[in-house]
Antibody
Framework: EVQLVESGGGLVQPGRSLRLSCTTSGFTFGDFSLSWVRQSPGKGLEWLTFITHKGFGETIKYAASVKDRFTISRDDSKGVAYLQMNDLKIEDTALYYC?????????????WGQGTQVIVSS | QSVVTQPPSASGAPGQTITISCSGSSSNIEVNIVNWYQQISGKAPKLLIHSDDRRPSGVPDRFSGSKSGASASLAISGLQSEDEANYYCAVWDDNVNGWVFGRGTTLTVL
């Protein structure tokens, strides 16, 4: 069974940093692209970033709202993806989901973790 | 304001068919594929439709997707109480150079 488990969330002050992890199992991690998507309280979904697999050159893209503050990375040997979040703002408060794409082009966000909560507050 | 627009709410009686729209533009829906996600309250989203009109295995054929020009639609036939959820469309936008989600449509089964 494909599983994604996010961790690393918590309460953090504005301006500080946090690193989220997405630990996976049940599939060949190196063959799939991954994204982070967040959901603010009572709000909709917001795509943040993706990293493709090596076959697609480990291409990385960011949403404008997090570019230059957030960094996505992956460790294929461990089956883990990371989201380094710097200079956190109150508006970054959200539930952060790790997602995995499907094995065909076009199947984005096929599998989701349960999310990890990030609260940015002084 | 989202780049793609969904109605905030929809409703229907059990057994009926409802349609949820997702309106975009020439930089997203018109030229890129659309995916749909179902999010039941308190749960993570689930992929419902990919590549405009393809159902992942395990998704009932009561759910169908379509696209015409810069608009896409999700249809749910034979409405059931367990279909109550929020539904989101998502598409790559060439101007934004990223994925954009609609704001979601809350479906109520009367």
């Amino acid at each position: 069974e494909v599983q994604l488990v996010e961790s690393g969330g918590g309460l953090v002050q504005p301006g500080r940093s946090l690193r989220l992890s997405c630990t996976t199992s049940g599939f060949t991690f190196g063959d799939f692209s991954l994204s982070w998507v967040r959901q603010s309280p009572g709000k909709g979904l917001e795509w943040l970033t993706f990293i493709t697999h090596k076959g697609f050159g480990e291409t990385i893209k960011y949403a404008a709202s997090v570019k230059d503050r957030f960094t996505i990375s992956r460790d294929d040997s461990k089956g883990v993806a990371y989201l380094q979040m710097n200079d956190l703002k109150i508006e970054d408060t959200a539930l952060y989901y790790c997602t995995r794409d499907g094995d065909q082009v076009g199947i984005a966000f096929e599998t989701w973790g349960q999310g990890t909560q990030v609260i940015v507050s002084s | 304001q989202s780049v793609v627009t969904q109605p905030p709410s929809a409703s229907g009686a059990p057994g009926q068919t409802i349609t949820i729209s997702c309106s975009g533009s020439s930089s997203n829906i018109e030229v890129n594929i659309v995916n749909w996600y179902q999010q039941i309250s308190g749960k993570a989203p689930k992929l419902l439709i990919h590549s405009d009109d393809r159902r992942p295995s395990g998704v009932p054929d009561r759910f169908s997707g379509s696209k015409s020009g810069a608009s896409a639609s999700l249809a749910i036939s034979g409405l059931q109480s367990e279909d109550e959820a929020n539904y989101y469309c998502a598409v790559w936008d060439d101007n934004v150079n990223g994925w954009v989600f609609g704001r979601g449509t809350t479906l109520t089964v009367l």
